[in-house]
T-cell receptor, first 112, second 116 residues
């Protein structure tokens, strides 16, 4: 079973708009990570947020983590066509040392 | 650094054939893992290793074998290919730091496998 579940499954926006996607998970975690996958490529690490952190920024990315609700969100501000990709959350669960569990992903399309 | 490399990029097998997917990393990472990605399913962990000589099963290990004789290499063997193993396979690696890792995972470019 998947630990992380992303929402929405798909998102279509125009350049310049913000894109927000959410991830819910089931068990206690050490950290939560977001990855991007361009079509036909491997996954690229975007950002990691630890269980004792509530918000983290990296460039145009903003990640929040609410451990009481077991949820995280990824915000991409001022989207560009190059942001078109699938985005996955992955959890490093407390009882699964070393193993990352991925959600099914959010497919984001940014149109010029 | 080449990072994580995988070969081949594409492979077509007939049911019952066996093959080995190769994975290598040059970052001296202790942890290596294999995932399969199917449409709408995200990535599912097949096998993983926390160091040379140590391997363990992930979420979907049946039909696959692994070994880790060196830090650099982590091959995945399909013993008798089945159409259900048609998928894209990704190898990944990361450094480990006790008691748990806060380090990002690096992925290879993937192997697209079709079993007829």
């Amino acid at each position: 079973s998947q630990q992380g579940e992303e929402d929405p499954q798909a998102l279509s926006i125009q350049e310049g708009e913000n894109a927000t996607m959410n991830c819910s998970y089931k068990t206690s975690i050490n950290n939560l990570q977001w990855y991007r996958q361009n079509s036909g490529r491997g996954l690229v690490h975007l950002i990691l947020i630890r269980s004792n952190e509530r918000e983290k920024h990296s460039g145009r990315l903003r990640v929040t983590l609410d451990t009481s609700k077991k949820s995280s969100s990824l915000l991409i501000t001022a989207s560009r066509a190059a942001d078109t990709a699938s985005y996955f959350c992955a959890t490093d669960a407390v009882d699964s040392w070393g193993k990352l569990q991925f959600g099914a992903g959010t497919q984001v399309v940014v149109t010029p | 650094n080449a990072g994580v490399t995988q070969t081949p990029k594409f492979q077509v097998l007939k049911t019952g054939q066996s093959m080995t997917l190769q994975c290598a990393q040059d970052m001296n990472h202790e942890y290596m893992s294999w995932y399969r990605q199917d449409p709408g399913m995200g990535l599912r962990l097949i096998h993983y290793s926390v160091g040379a000589g140590i391997t363990d099963q992930g979420e979907v290990p049946n039909g696959y074998n692994v070994s880790r004789s060196t830090t650099e290499d982590f091959p995945l063997r399909l013993l008798s290919a089945a159409p259900s193993q048609t998928s894209v396979y990704f190898c990944a690696s990361r450094a480990l730091a006790a008691p748990s890792s806060y380090n990002e995972q690096f992925f290879g470019p993937g192997t697209r496998l079709t079993v007829l």
